[in-house]
């Protein structure tokens, strides 16, 4: 059976995020493990003893709090109580903790919200939220709180055409195929390259033949800044979720990590799907 991992922080934004852990659920017959990673104050230069006697009423607490918040889960997502799992965990890197229970547990996903910006991040599901994404091995579904939890339908993945491309296409053709989506192909590419322009045209034309019999649509979009080309697309297209690879030692890396998950995350319009490539 699946695995989704979602971590929760018991606020109003994680309770409307698990409508969508419960949709993927559903969806992909999995379990739920609902994760609360508590964050107590430093412990440093205490002893062992001293350190349990302080951790042992905020473990209690922690896990009191997560039992009703599983309740809560449940009401909202319909899942039957024994697909579902409660943690609790202790550690100062929430990220951290979030990314291993991950591992240990071999999800298939994580699903965490995130608030956006609306006041300057939320400390734990803001910052916590992009470190998840950059460091997870499985993919991260990101759900903001002020869209509608709707089922996804259309998926717009934004490809940066480095390293192998088909791979990667193939993965989020594997990661969707329980949802039966229907899946666009975005490459943002700079017009004044004319370098890069023809090997573009060709890797276009290769990708929508290599997976003409899916529901996976291969387009080129002329722009050359890449953040006003996905949302010039996002709005043309609508789609219900905006999915991301992320690898390393690209040049899109950076580029992904300074301005395209941060513009994104922040501006939290619709969910996304990011995965490693």
Known sequence: MKTILFPTDFSKNAEHAALY???????????????????????KGKTELEQIREIAPTKRESEENLKKFTKIFIEKTLLCPDRICQCVEFGSSIAEIIVEKAMKINATFIVMGTKG????????????????????????????????????????????????EFLATLKVTQLLEPLEVTCKVIHIHDFLDRKSGHKVKELVGQLNEEFSDQNIFVRNINNTDIIEGLESYINLYKPDVLSLAIHEKSVFEKIFETSITKHFVQQAKLPMLTFRK
């Open 117 to 164: 910006a609306s006041n300057v991040l939320t400390k734990w599901l803001g910052t916590n939220a992009q470190r998840v994404m950059k460091k997870s091995e499985c993919p991260v579904w990101i759900i903001p709180d002020n869209i509608e939890a709707k089922f996804p339908h259309k998926i717009m993945y934004a490809a940066d055409f480095k390293e192998d």
């Open 21 to 43: 852990a419960g949709m993927l659920a559903r969806s992909m017959n999995a379990r739920v493990v609902i994760l609360h990673v508590h964050s107590p104050l430093s412990l």
